[in-house]
């Protein structure tokens, strides 16, 4: 295979085709059709199930679970970037991560409460697949692109995510709100046809359309491991394998990974700008991700829908809607960062943030929903593929990327278990996510203390 050189076209558009084919997990899976699938299966307006022993409000299991999950990857992942760093060859865990999660998402299907520790397996796989692989992923930007070219090529990373996850929902949307279309049967019992009166037929035909829409999402699931699989073969035929030592994996070297995060701790005293810069963001990351797992949740709990077609059509509504302001608020703030400064964007971006929390603890109707789904969607782009690219630009001269981003992928996952272990607390405690996203407007504010702190210049 041709092997491309650093900052070379072709190179640098397979590596951000990788956000094509992963990004369709975060919108249907972890933002939009999961989500309202999970809510539809309790029927009571309790919503309460008994796992693992203890008794959970729906919300506050899957939160707990998400972030258990991110507590693994977080532990996993300097083991295996130390791994990868000494067999040199990043590109084998990128894949391995890729595949349990596209398989997770298949698994998907099988989703019930009946048996909810098997379902909630295969939650955790698509999880802990897709941010397994972002670690690799994202330690590849300084190999395969110079300093001025990181920001533009982050990005575009996102917006190809935004574009493609968006055209697969559209297409899993059509499954979901006209079934019958797609060759999902909306069969009505006989007897209710022959006897039933007029409110109990339009009450079977609702029950039997709701199961229809029910089985397309289960469809849907599938839709998004595949086109994961599939698509992400272009990124692995062009990404280079990495550098191969010869080395091969012996239990001596299986805790390198920490000795590493360790070393990079150690030199963090040394970098006082990617020290401070490393704080801010375990902060205010720790808010953003929380947000961004919990949005659509919070719009099936806390918003006053007129019915169930009227509440699944304007949740997934709000979150095309994100997807589509996300794609020009990722261009506009590398624009903005290129005349004011990363860290400068970055401030403004998270007082944004701040405000939007304050917001959502007013919702009430769909209409506040959608205002506050295209605030998110302007600044969600825009604050991941700044936030990347601004770490990026701010490591030393290494050679050790992988190590590096082990340690930002570390922290971003630490401080996502915080943040929602917090969030599911405060929901479980009170029965209300509001008071739990309010609550999330503090660490926004400690963010733009500390990225005020940051130096501007090395």
């Known amino acids: 295979m041709e092997k491309y050189q650093k900052g070379s076209k072709k190179l640098l558009n397979a590596w951000a085709f990788y956000d094509w084919a992963n990004s369709v997990y975060t919108l249907t899976i972890a933002s939009s059709i999961f989500p309202i699938f999970y809510s539809a299966l309790f029927i009571s307006e309790v ?15 899957i939160t707990f679970v998400t972030a258990f999950t991110f507590l693994v990857v977080a532990i996993l992942s300097p ?68 300093p001025e070219q990181q920001d533009k090529i982050s990005a575009k990373g996102f917006s190809m995510g935004y574009i493609g996850s968006v055209l697969l929902l559209i297409f899993n949307l059509a499954m979901v709100m006209y ?7 909306i069969a009505i019992a006989p007897d209710i046809l022959a006897t039933g009166t007029e409110t109990e037929i339009e009450v079977a035909s609702e029950a ?22 599939l698509f992400s ?14 080395h091969k994996v012996t239990k001596s070297i299986v805790f390198n990974g920490f000795k590493e995060l360790r070393t990079v701790w150690t030199a963090l005293t040394n970098n006082l700008r990617l020290k401070r810069y490393l704080a801010a963001f375990f902060v205010f990351s720790m808010a953003v991700q929380t947000i961004m797992l919990v949005a659509v949740y919070f719009g ?49 971006i998270n007082f944004i943030w701040m405000g939007l929390c ?21 600044v969600m782009g825009g604050i991941q593929s700044l936030a990347r690219s601004t770490y990026s630009k701010f490591l030393p001269e290494t050679k050790d990327t992988t190590s590096y981003f082990s340690f930002f992928d570390v922290a971003e ?18 029965g209300s996510m509001r008071n739990a996203i309010l609550f999330l407007f503090i660490f926004f504010l400690l963010g733009i203390v500390l990225l005020f702190r940051v130096p501007r210049k090395a």
């Open 47 to 61: 919503k309460r199930i008994s796992a693992f022993g203890f008794e959970f409000k729906s919300t506050a299991l």
């Open 233 to 246: 073969q272009y990124t692995f035929y062009i990404l280079p394998k990495g550098v191969s030592n010869g």
């Open 413 to 430: 996952k630490i401080g996502i278990v915080i943040g929602m272990v917090i969030f599911a607390t405060i929901d479980q405690i009170t």
């Open 79 to 146: 083991i295996l970037s130390g791994i990868a760093d000494y067999v040199g060859n990043k590109k084998s865990f990128m894949k391995f991560f890729c595949y349990v999660g596209g398989l997770g998402c298949i698994g998907l299907y099988w989703f019930s409460l009946e048996h909810i520790h098997l379902s909630l397996l295969f939650y955790f796989m698509g999880l802990i697949g897709y941010w397994g692989s972002l670690v690799f992923y994202n330690s590849y930007l300084p190999d395969i692109a110079f």
């Open 300 to 348: 099936e709990e806390e918003i006053a829908w007129a019915d169930t077609d009227g509440k699944t059509m304007g949740l997934i509504f709000s979150i095309v809607i994100i997807q589509l302001v996300a794609i020009i608020g990722a261009i506009l703030t590398s624009k903005a960062s290129a005349k004011f400064g990363n860290i400068n964007t970055l401030i403004a």
């Open 358 to 378: 304050f917001y959502a603890f007013f919702m009430t109707t769909p209409m506040d929903f959608y205002i506050a789904a295209s605030c998110v969607g302007f």
């Open 179 to 185: 079934p019958n279309i797609f060759g999902f049967s």
């Open 208 to 229: 039997a359309r709701n199961a229809a829409s029910i089985e397309a999402m289960r469809v849907a699931f599938i839709t998004v491991g595949l086109w994961w699989i």
